[in-house]
């Protein structure tokens, strides 16, 4: 469901909702209990931390052991490689953060 779907089913305003999911507002029990409602789910699911997503990875990489032999180095590497790229990824965004700071505080003494 979309949040201004939630929404509108629990009789939240959705700017409302947003923040509610991004704890930044918080909600008294009627509420909750309209969100748990709305969603069709117990209240006690509402406080479970594992997203589908994490459920998702877990459940791929306890099947890497059931993979042949040598294809978990594979994955290793794979997995490797790919913590690799994101690491430059982001020295190379922070290095050219710094370079615009230093850019900007050049042009200001203009």
């Given at each position: 469901?979309?949040?201004s ?6 009789g ?14 918080s ?15 117990p209240?006690a ?22 993979l ?10 794979l ?9 430059l ?13 230093e ?7 203009f």
């Open positions: 469901m979309h949040q779907q939630v929404a509108k089913k629990s939240v305003i959705a700017s409302t909702y947003s923040r509610i999911e991004t704890c930044i507002v909600l008294n029990l009627t509420t909750f209990i309209s969100i748990a409602e709305a969603l069709e789910v209240m699911e509402l406080f479970k931390r594992t997203e589908l997503k994490d459920k998702a990875l877990i459940q791929k990489l306890e099947m890497i052991n059931g042949s032999e040598y294809n978990p180095s594979v994955v290793e590497i997995l490797d490689s790919i913590i690799e790229k994101d690491k990824e982001k020295s190379q965004e922070v290095k050219m953060k710094k370079r615009f700071a850019l900007e505080r050049v042009r200001k003494n």
